[in-house]
């Protein structure tokens, strides 16, 4: 399976998410998998990345613009498209939309899956109950963030999964 891990956000420090994406991304390969990285150029994830083997693409993601998804979509489509991406994991909710507006174009049945590791509560606004809706399959490390996403943003059960 081609898997793409996506990590987005504090790109200039190391934190617990980018470990865990990273020590994701590694038990993925060793099972296996062929794994990707992508991130923000130069960003402690993808450095790591590069350290420990793995294939790295460096995209400028780390942004609350909204306008800037549009050309990160692209990129992601085409990246999806030439490296037959089946999954993409996203470990951060910062320009979801663009990922799943690539997935969704490339013309491949590509999984958007959202890792959420962090201990705040995504926004409940509509546009965010209506993003998190098509994404495929939610992983939380928590059972009280797994409550947050079926009680606040109608998601069902079966498509999130906790692990502790």
């Not at 995209?59 to 991406?85: C, H």
């Not at 089946?86 to 663009?98: E, I, K, L, P």
Request: glycine share 8%.
């Amino acid at each position: 399976m081609n898997i793409l891990q996506v990590f987005n956000g504090f790109s200039d420090r190391w934190n617990a998410n980018g470990y865990y994406a990273l020590t994701l991304s590694e038990g993925l390969r060793n099972l296996g998998h062929n794994v990707m990285c992508a991130g923000d150029p130069g960003s402690p994830f993808i450095e790591k990345a590069k350290q420990r083997g793995l294939p790295v693409y460096e995209i400028r993601v780390d942004t609350n613009n909204p306008l800037r998804y549009f050309p990160i979509a692209k990129r992601m489509t085409r990246l999806i498209r030439s490296e037959g991406i089946d999954v993409v994991n996203c470990h951060r909710g910062m320009v979801m939309a663009a990922f799943i507006h690539a997935a969704k174009r490339s013309g491949r049945a590509v999984q958007v899956v959202r890792t959420h590791g962090e201990p705040r509560f995504p926004n409940t606004h509509f546009l965010s109950r209506a993003e998190t809706r098509r994404i495929d399959k939610i992983i939380t490390t928590t059972e009280r963030m797994r409550d947050f996403y079926i009680r606040n943003l109608g998601i069902d059960s079966k498509n999130i999964t906790t692990i502790y």
